[in-house]
């Protein structure tokens, strides 16, 4: 009887379909997130804020601009962080593999270009540290969607790019012959004030691929 009713409910699911539209609807979802990371890459933010000017006190007069802060941001990792959240741990991780293989092997997606050849440039450690990074949040977020773990995935993603960034970074450097000065400066530059509004934006990102992840399932 039970199996009576069970037979042609899976009849009506076609499943012989859904084999063949998943599949599809995943390569689209990875291919339109690896073009969201090559936009981000060349979207500079120019992000402003007010601030109190170390001169605040020193009698010098001051103006209105003085008090801005003018910041430009390249919202790259964010966008990974989005990513992770939004497709999942191995959806996600590929659509990052796809961008490093196109960038490597095929056409210049990457911030100073592409080719074989980047693997020498000094910010390659950041594009490679998203492997590590998708893999470690995706698995935050699949234990479950609480602030605590979304906010846990963004601080852990997000120093953990910026961390082995450095790391190779100095690591070229040291290959060059670059000068302290040099290395000192490309750390503020790149992982300096960056990383706090990295974070800020990643937990956003983060809790707007939580929603989009909820609808997602309920397509696949």
């Not at 890459?41 to 209105?64: A, C, D, E, R, W």
């Not at 690591?171 to 503020?188: D, E, N, V, Y």
Request: aromatic content about 14%; charged content about 10%; glycine content about 8%.
């Amino acid at each position: 009887m039970s199996e009576e009713i069970i037979v042609p409910k899976m009849k009506r699911l076609k499943p012989e379909d859904r084999e063949i539209k998943i599949p599809w609807l995943n390569l689209a979802l990875i291919v339109f997130c690896t073009l969201l990371i090559i936009a981000s890459t060349f979207l500079n933010l120019n992000i402003k804020h007010y601030i109190l000017p170390q001169n605040l006190f020193s009698g010098n007069n001051l103006n209105t601009d003085d008090f801005i802060y003018s910041f430009y941001f390249i919202p790259q990792i964010p966008t990974i962080m989005f990513i992770s959240s939004f497709l999942g741990k191995r959806m996600s991780l590929a659509s990052v593999v796809l961008y490093i293989m196109l960038g490597l092997f095929f056409t210049p997606v990457f911030a100073l270009g592409g080719g074989i050849q980047y693997i020498f440039e000094y910010g390659f450690g950041y594009i490679l540290a998203y492997i590590p990074a998708i893999i470690i949040t995706g698995n935050i977020l699949e234990e479950k969607y609480t602030y605590k773990n979304m906010l846990k995935s963004a601080i852990f993603g997000v120093l953990l790019i910026h961390l082995v960034g450095i790391v190779y970074m100095m690591l070229i450097a040291l290959i060059k012959g670059s000068g302290i000065g040099f290395i000192s400066g490309w750390i503020a530059a790149q992982s300096g004030l960056k990383i706090i509004y990295d974070l800020i934006a990643s937990f956003v990102l983060i809790l707007i691929g939580k929603y989009l992840n909820a609808g997602l399932k309920f397509v696949l």
